[in-house]
């Protein structure tokens, strides 16, 4: 069965400070895998795709990192921001398949 | 740029009536999607459609039925509604041909069954 695995569950870190969301899978074969950001309130956004050639991937200050072979990705964020507080989404998408596989995601609290 | 619109946004309902959630997206896109999102767990499938005229089951279709008569389109049914079907339902779509298959979600109804 494919399955997503997020860690940690949330997450409360200072403004201005550093963090890294970790995200394992067994989705199988894979194409690709996305990290989403979700408001409170809102719906999900892609922030990054990596595919299975891709080790770094860079969104301003979000750089998310894929490692094929432990079946691993982690997005780091630098100099969190008060609206960086939402919730981080890894999705993995297997090949030849209309369905994708979420996790249930990282809760992100920046506080002042 | 509206891009995915659902309504309502906001609805509440006593167990057994029925109701139709209504996704517009403007963006030509071919497959379309309806989730669930309940606390503690992922994003679920419920229905999903390739075009219009095609609708087909996700992990989660019990309780929901769906149509497609316009591309533009996707309505979610719930014909009668149980108190576990209280959740956040979002819409999405996406086009084909698009590398990695990015979801446009829109911004969720949230479902409360009494």
Known sequence: KNQVEQSPQSLIILEGKNCTLQCNYTVSPFSNLRWYKQDTGRGPVSLTIMTFSENTKSNGRYTATLDADTKQSSLHITASQLSDSASYICVVSAQGYQKVTFGIGTKLQVIP | ?114
């Open chain 2, 1 to 114: 740029n509206a891009g995915v619109t659902q309504t309502p946004k906001f609805r509440v309902l006593k167990t057994g009536q029925s109701m139709t959630l209504l996704c517009a997206q403007d963006m030509n896109h071919e497959y379309m999607y309806w989730y669930r999102q309940d606390p503690g767990m992922g994003l679920r499938l419920i229905h999903y459609s390739v075009g219009e005229g095609t609708t087909a089951k996700g992990e989660v279709p019990d309780g929901y039925n769906v149509s497609r008569l316009k591309k533009q389109n996707f309505l979610l049914g719930l014909e009668s509604a149980a108190p576990s079907q209280t959740s956040v339902y979002f819409c999405a779509s996406r086009p084909t041909g698009q590398r990695g298959g990015e979801l446009f979600f829109g911004e969720g109804s949230r479902l409360t069954v009494l």
